[in-house]
C-alpha cells in the first residue's frame, strides 16, 4: 500500500517540525541523491532558484555543507558572513535580510548565536528560512544528518539506545537530537555532570546515566559533544581534567561493547571528550556523518522548496 505522503512546512526552525512521516520522506530522497551522485553532474532540482547561506557564527561543516547541497542541486548560491558586512557599520539584522531579500532570493539558511533568530526572520521575509543552529536552542539539519547515519549502519530506530554525552546545557544539537530520534522511535539517555544538564531535564523525562562504562554497555550509538566554552560562564566545571576522567570515551570503553557507533557532530576537540586513537576504528562514524550531511540537506532543500512553491 503506497503511504500517504504529507506536505512538508515552508520553514524547517526546530526538529519537531518534521514528523515521522516527513522524515521517512527525507531518509528517501537521501538515499536518492546518495544513490545517483555522480561527481559533476547536477540535479535540476533548485535550477533558477537562489539560496543565501547567512551565518553569524563560524562553522566550518555546516556551512559548506548546505553550499555544496545547494550547488548539486543546480542552485546559485549567494555566502553572507557577518564579520565581513555592513553589520559591522551598525547595519540592524533585519535591515540585513530586506537588503538580501531586495536581491530575490528564495530560501535563507541561517545561523546566529541567539537562539530565536531563524523565527524572527520569518517575520521578515515570507522566503523559506532553515535553521543553521541557533544559540542553544536547535540544529535540527545536524539531527537529520545524525538519524540518517544511524538508520544507514542500524536499518531502525525501534527501540535503538542512544546516549547523548557532553554539554548538553549548552547544546542546540542535543536538543534536536533528542527530539527527533524519540519521534523516531528510539530510546534516549543523556550522560552529563549535573551542572552541563538543563534545569528542565524533567520536561524531556530522560534517564540519566552517570557511569561511562554504563553508557557504553547499554547503548547502541554514542552521540558525544563538545564542551561550548563560547557559551559557558564559568564555575560550570570543577575542572578540565575531572570532566576527562569521569566523562571522556576511552579507548578501552569503546572496544569493550563492538557492535557501539559513535557520533559527533564537530568540531571534536581530541583528548576531551573522546580518546583520539578512536578516530581510527571503523565503527568511529564522524566522516560518515560530514558525507551524509550533503545528501540530507539536498533532500531538505529540494522538499522544503517543493512544498513552498
Ligand atoms: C555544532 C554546532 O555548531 O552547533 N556543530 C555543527 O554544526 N556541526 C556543534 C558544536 O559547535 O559543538
Redesign the pocket.
Known amino acids: 500500500m503506497k503511504k500517504n505522503n504529507l506536505p512538508f512546512p515552508k520553514n524547517l526552525i526546530e526538529a519537531s517540525d518534521l514528523n515521522k512521516n516527513h522524515l521517512e520522506q527525507l531518509f528517501e530522497k537521501a538515499k536518492y541523491f546518495e544513490e545517483n551522485f555522480k561527481q559533476g553532474i547536477k540535479f535540476p532540482d533548485l535550477q533558477g532558484i537562489t539560496i543565501a547561506t547567512v551565518f553569524f557564527?563560524?562553522?566550518?561543516?555546516?556551512r559548506l555543507s548546505f553550499e555544496l547541497a545547494a550547488k548539486r542541486l543546480s542552485a546559485d548560491v549567494l555566502n553572507f558572513t557577518a564579520s565581513a558586512s555592513s553589520l559591522t557599520k551598525g547595519e540592524s539584522l533585519a535591515d540585513t535580510i530586506r537588503t538580501i531579500d531586495a536581491m530575490h532570493v528564495n530560501m535563507y539558511v541561517i545561523?546566529n548565536k541567539f537562539s530565536g533568530v531563524p523565527q524572527f526572520a520569518t517575520q521578515i521575509t515570507n522566503k523559506t528560512i532553515i535553521n543553521?543552529?541557533d544559540g542553544k536552542h536547535e540544529?535540527p539539519t545536524?539531527a537529520l544528518l545524525d538519524a540518517y547515519t544511524i538508520l544507514k549502519h542500524y536499518g531502525k530506530f525501534d527501540g535503538l539506545k542512544i546516549c547523548i554525552i557532553g554539554?548538553i546545557l549548552h547544546?542546540?544539537?542535543a536538543r534536536s537530537n533528542i527530539t527527533m530520534l524519540q519521534n523516531l522511535g528510539a530510546v534516549v539517555k543523556l550522560m552529563a555532570p549535573g551542572t552541563l544538564l538543563p534545569r528542565c531535564l524533567n520536561c524531556w523525562n530522560l534517564e540519566i546515566i552517570d557511569n561511562i562504562n554504563e553508557a557504553v554497555e547499554w547503548s547502541d550509538a554514542l552521540i558525544l559533544?563538545?564542551l561550548?566554552r563560547e557559551r559557558m560562564s564559568s564555575g560550570l566545571l570543577p575542572s578540565l581534567e575531572e570532566y576527562v576522567k569521569f566523562y571522556q570515551v576511552g579507548l578501552e570503553n569503546f572496544i569493550q561493547n563492538d557492535k557501539l557507533i559513535l557520533l559527533h557532530?564537530?568540531?571534536v576537540n581530541y583528548g576531551i571528550e573522546i580518546d583520539f586513537r578512536i578516530s581510527k576504528l571503523h565503527n568511529y562514524l564522524v566522516n560518515q556523518q560530514v558525507t551524509n550531511?550533503v545528501f540530507t540537506r539536498m533532500a531538505i532543500l529540494s522538499l522544503l522548496f517543493e512544498a513552498s512553491k
Do not use: C, M
Not at 57 to 62: A, D, F, G, Y
Open positions: 557564527e563560524p562553522s566550518t561543516r555546516t545561523r543553521a543552529g540544529h545536524q554539554d547544546s542546540r544539537v559533544l563538545r561550548q557532530p564537530g568540531p550531511g
